[in-house]
């Protein structure tokens, strides 16, 4: 067998002048408000795509109390945006919902699907005040395809920012 050394450590006992050093002010009470702060809120920033404005022309955010129904909106929306790929509309109906590039995409896919298109389902969220975001679950003949949406409270109107079919 190896010799073996044991040593005693000496621990220091709560009363040793180890404890009684200066310490440090690493983590200072918080000072006390004296109203309570409100948290913070997130906001719309109006979708530019890059365009200048100026600042009395510029989109302004509306909050969503001053917006129609948002569900109703979307609904009617769709159904418009349906129209105008099965041709049995006409783009310039709802070019003032839509930024004037979904409206430009909006004109390249004018009847592009000769086979019926049913909505199936709906689904809407509201991430921050006068955001939409939704996904319309699409049946075009046999196939099932998703259009996504972004839709922004600007001006006293809904506009729809994004459009996607997936």
Not at 22 to 32: M, N, S
């Amino acid at each position: 067998m190896e010799n073996l050394i044991i040593r005693e450590v000496h621990r220091p006992t709560p009363d040793s002048n180890i404890w009684n050093h200066p310490a440090l002010a690493l983590f200072p009470k918080p000072v006390e408000a004296e109203k309570p702060l409100e948290p913070s809120r997130l906001y719309l920033v109006p979708t530019s795509f890059g365009e200048t404005y100026e600042q009395e022309m510029a989109p302004l955010a509306t909050p969503k109390s001053e917006l129609p129904d948002l569900q109703n909106w979307v609904k009617r929306f769709t159904i418009s945006v349906i129209e105008i790929w099965s041709g049995r509309r006409t783009p310039l109906q709802v070019s003032r919902w839509c930024h004037r590039t979904i409206y430009q995409e909006l004109l390249k896919k004018i009847g592009t699907f000769k086979s019926a298109l049913y909505i199936r389902k709906i689904h809407l969220s509201e991430p921050i005040e006068g955001v939409g975001e939704v996904v319309v679950t699409l049946r075009i003949g046999e196939r099932i395809r998703s259009l996504v949406m972004r839709i922004e409270g600007v001006d006293h109107r809904w506009i729809c920012t994004e459009l996607y079919l997936i």
